[in-house]
């Protein structure tokens, strides 16, 4: 069997979007940053979100039901930082940056390559994290913008910004 270290060795190899992870309800607003989301299905338009089960927001999401996969932009880096440092506040965290919503309510990052509204339909306990399985109620996208990558535990640019426009769209219930 393969150690922890070694895992997560292996890991470093296999880049990813960098995702600001919010949520907002009756357990009031959250974020977190991540890189382990993922489509599941297009129908219903679905994605799942992985979150440590030890984290003090794991419980605070899920009673919230919903939740928005703001997927970075490069010239976001700092609010992916924001949203994983520990020392600092959830206010301090949402003030470094320019907040709205769509369907359901859940934060969206204003200037996020991409901002995926969903319903959280399903949670699963794998280990040592939360899969939340997210239906996508709304959709919120600019491919004008270059991407934000986590490879080799280091940020990266992606793509050339080769001019695209703002686009939204309702996703099919």
């Known amino acids: 069997m393969t150690d922890t270290k070694e895992f997560?060795?292996?890991?470093?190899?296999?880049?990813?979007?960098?995702?600001?992870?919010t949520s907002d309800g009756p357990e009031e607003r959250v974020g977190f940053t991540a890189s382990a989301v993922c489509s599941v299905t297009d129908s219903p338009?679905?994605?799942?979100?992985?979150?440590?089960?030890?984290?003090?927001?794991?419980?605070?999401v899920r009673a919230n039901g919903v939740l928005c996969v703001n997927v970075l932009s490069a010239d976001q880096?700092?609010?992916s930082?924001?949203?994983?440092?520990?020392?600092?506040?959830?206010?301090q965290r949402f003030a470094r940056a320019s907040w709205s919503t769509?369907?359901?309510?859940?934060?969206?990052?204003?200037?996020a390559l991409a901002s995926f509204d969903c319903?959280?339909?399903?949670?699963?306990?794998?280990?040592?994290h939360h899969i939340f399985y997210c239906e996508?109620?709304?959709?919120?996208?600019?491919?004008?913008?270059?991407?934000?990558?986590?490879?080799?535990?280091?940020?990266h640019r992606l793509g050339t910004n080769v001019g695209g426009q703002c686009l939204q769209a309702e996703a099919a219930r």
Do not use: H, W
């Not at 997560?8 to 990813?16: C, I």
């Not at 949203?83 to 959830?90: E, V």
């Not at 109620?137 to 535990?153: H, I, Q, T």
């Open 8 to 21: 997560r060795s292996g890991m470093a190899l296999l880049g990813s979007a960098v995702c600001v992870i």
């Open 45 to 60: 338009p679905t994605l799942l979100v992985c979150m440590n089960s030890a984290s003090e927001l794991a419980p605070k």
């Open 77 to 79: 880096e700092e609010a």
């Open 81 to 91: 930082r924001a949203f994983a440092t520990r020392g600092l506040s959830r206010e």
């Open 102 to 111: 769509l369907a359901t309510g859940a934060p969206v990052l204003d200037g």
């Open 119 to 128: 319903s959280i339909v399903q949670t699963q306990n794998v280990g040592t």
């Open 136 to 155: 996508i109620k709304a959709v919120r996208y600019d491919d004008s913008r270059d991407g934000l990558a986590y490879f080799k535990r280091a940020y």
